[in-house]
C-alpha cells in the first residue's frame, strides 16, 4: 500500500486506537533500522555511527535506532539538531539514550566537535525529518545535509531522506544523499521516484508491527502502475464487434514538415485496438501520412475550422501530434475543447498553444487528459522546467486540481494526477524512450484505449504503463540506442496477446 503523509498519520492513530501504542511503534522503527543496518553491514561491532536526530517522532526513531546499534557494539554519537525533542514518545527515547551515556552533540554550539566526528565516520543514520518535511531546509538543516553528503560514510536515512518532500517529491536544496531509505510500515508518494531522485538510493520497507486493520477505510490515493493491473482494465472485444464499436478515434495531427507525429500517433491508436481512425490534416501532408497509415480514413478542415461534423459520432480525440502553432491552430484547439462531447487527449503543440491561452480550458465541453513533459509542464506553469522537476507530483497534482484535467507528466518516472487528487506513478520504461515521437505512439495509445470506452483515469493509466512496458521489451530486443519508437508496437503486440 502507497500512502500520503497524512494518511500514514491516521494508520498511527488507527493502530494507537487498538492498542499499539506510539511508544510501541516507535520502539519497533528504530529497532528494524538498526537491525536492517547491521544486516546490510553484516557487523556493526566497532563501528563508528552519527546519528542526526530532529526535534521530532523521525528524531525519536533515531534516538532508538542510536541505543540498538550501541548495544550491537557499534561507537555512536548522537547530533542533536533542534535541542531535546517535542513528543512524550520521543522524550522518553531520548532519555534512554542519555541513561546509556551515549554521547549527545547540540549540532548549534558543538559544530566543531561534529565535523571532527564526521572526519572518521563510518555509518550515518539520517532522522532529522522523515516524511513530515516540506519547503526548504534551513541553513541549520542544510549544513548538517552538507556535512552528510560529504562524508565517506553509508547514509540511512529513516522513511525519507531529510530535505525530500514525501508527498510532491520536492528535492531541497543540499537534501540528503541517502545510500539507503529504511521506509516504515508503508511505501509513501516519493519512493517511487527512484529514476528521478537518486537521493533516495536503495529502498527498503520495514514491517514495524502495525495491524492490517489500522490501513483499513484509507483510501488509495496513490497506486504503482503495474502491467498485468492494467492489462485487466482494457476492453474484451465481444464477438459481435464491428469497426465503429471498438472505438471511432478522431485525431488532429501532423503538419509541413512533421508528418512524421500523425503516423506515429495513428499507428499507437490503431495497434492498440482503435476500430476507426479519422486522421485530421492539412492538406499538403496528406499525401505523405497517407501512404503510411492506409487504414486511416481522412478528413480536412475548412476556412472556418468548423469541428462539428469531424466530431460527430466520435468516442475519444487527440489533438496536437505535430499540429504546429499560431493563430489558427489555438483557434482550432478552442473549437474542439469547446464543441466535443467525448474525452480529448491534448499533446505536443497542442499543449505548446495552450500555454499561450491557457483560458482556453475554461467552460470546455470534455473530459481532458494532457500529456506534457516536463519543459511542456513549465511553460503552461509559467515556471522554469527545473521548478518542475524539483517537485515533479506537486506540480502534476496541483496543475490537476485547479484546471480539472488529468495530468500525465513524462519522465523517467511518468507521474497522473487526476482533480480529486489520485495519483499514479509508472514505473516501467527505460532511456530508449528518449527519442522524437515516443509521445506520439503514447497519445495514439491513450486515445485509442479511450475511444474503446475507458474511462480518462483508466486509459491514462493503461497507456503510459504499457507504453513502457513494451519500450522495456523492445529495449531487450534490440538495445536503447537503436529502438525507436514505433519498434515497440511489436512488443506491445506480445504484451497485448
Not at 537534501?175 to 527512484?194: C, E, Q, R
Request: proline share 4%.
Amino acid at each position: 500500500m502507497i500512502v500520503t503523509s497524512s494518511q500514514m498519520k491516521q494508520i498511527e492513530h488507527n493502530a494507537n486506537d487498538l492498542n499499539m501504542s506510539y511508544r510501541a511503534m516507535m520502539e519497533n522503527a528504530g529497532r528494524q533500522a538498526a537491525q536492517y543496518i547491521r544486516q546490510t553491514l553484516h557487523q556493526v561491532d566497532g563501528q563508528k555511527v552519527v546519528v542526526f536526530c530532529g526535534k521530532g517522532n523521525n528524531g525519536g526513531d533515531g534516538f532508538v535506532a542510536a541505543r540498538h546499534l550501541m548495544t550491537m557494539g557499534a561507537r555512536v554519537v548522537v547530533v542533536l539538531m533542534e535541542g531535546e525533542p517535542q513528543g512524550p514518545e520521543a522524550r522518553l527515547m531520548y532519555q534512554q539514550v542519555l541513561d546509556l551515556s551515549i554521547p549527545v552533540l547540540p549540532f548549534a554550539s558543538q559544530h566543531l566537535q561534529i565535523e571532527q566526528v564526521m572526519n572518521m565516520v563510518d555509518v550515518v543514520v539520517d532522522a532529522m525529518y522523515g516524511s513530515g518535511f516540506h519547503g526548504e531546509l534551513s541553513e541549520l538543516h542544510q549544513a548538517a545535509a552538507q556535512l552528510i553528503n560529504d562524508s565517506p560514510a553509508l547514509v540511512f536515512s529513516l522513511d525519507v531522506p531529510s530535505g525530500i518532500g514525501c508527498d510532491t517529491g520536492e528535492v531541497s536544496e543540499n537534501a540528503v544523499n541517502a545510500d539507503f531509505t529504511i521506509v516504515f510500515d508503508s511505501a509513501k508518494p516519493v519512493h517511487l521516484l527512484s529514476k528521478i531522485i537518486s537521493k533516495l538510493g536503495r529502498i527498503v520497507v520495514a514491517d514495524i508491527g502495525i495491524p492490517y486493520a489500522a490501513h483499513e477505510n484509507i483510501e488509495p490515493l496513490v497506486t504503482s502502475l503495474e502491467e498485468a493491473q492494467v492489462l485487466d482494465t482494457i476492453p474484451k472485444k465481444p464477438i459481435n464487434a464491428h469497426k465503429t464499436s471498438t472505438g471511432r478515434l478522431v485525431n488532429f495531427a501532423g503538419s509541413f514538415g512533421m508528418a512524421g507525429a500523425a503516423i506515429l500517433s495513428g499507428r499507437g491508436a490503431l495497434r492498440s485496438g482503435a476500430g476507426y481512425l479519422v486522421t485530421v490534416t492539412p492538406r499538403d501532408v496528406y499525401p505523405i501520412i497517407a501512404g503510411q497509415l492506409i487504414q486511416s480514413t481522412f478528413k480536412f478542415l475548412g476556412d472556418d475550422l468548423d469541428v462539428r461534423p469531424i466530431l460527430g459520432g466520435a468516442s475519444a480525440v487527440a489533438i496536437g501530434c505535430g499540429l504546429g502553432q499560431g493563430e489558427r491552430q489555438r483557434t482550432l484547439l478552442y473549437n474542439v475543447l469547446h464543441t466535443a462531447k467525448c474525452p480529448v487527449v491534448l499533446d505536443a503543440d497542442g499543449i505548446n498553444n495552450l500555454s499561450r491561452d491557457i483560458d482556453i480550458l475554461k467552460e470546455r465541453t470534455c473530459e481532458l487528459i494532457i500529456t506534457p513533459h516536463a519543459g511542456e509542464m513549465a511553460s503552461l506553469c509559467k515556471v522554469h522546467a527545473n521548478d518542475i522537476l524539483r517537485r515533479p507530483i506537486g506540480s502534476a497534482v496541483e496543475f490537476a486540481k485547479e484546471h480539472g484535467v488529468i495530468v500525465v507528466l513524462k519522465g523517467a518516472n511518468t507521474i497522473l494526477a487526476d482533480p480529486q487528487g489520485h495519483i499514479a506513478i509508472n514505473t516501467t520504461g527505460n532511456p530508449g524512450l528518449a527519442k522524437a515521437g515516443s509521445g506520439d505512439v503514447l497519445t495514439g495509445m491513450i486515445s485509442s484505449f479511450l475511444s474503446q470506452g475507458m474511462s480518462a483515469w483508466d486509459a491514462a493509466k493503461a497507456g503510459v504503463c504499457l507504453h513502457g512496458a513494451a519500450a522495456d521489451r523492445c529495449a531487450e530486443r534490440l538495445g536503447k540506442t537503436y529502438m525507436q519508437p514505433d519498434d515497440i508496437l511489436l512488443d506491445l503486440k506480445e504484451i497485448l496477446k
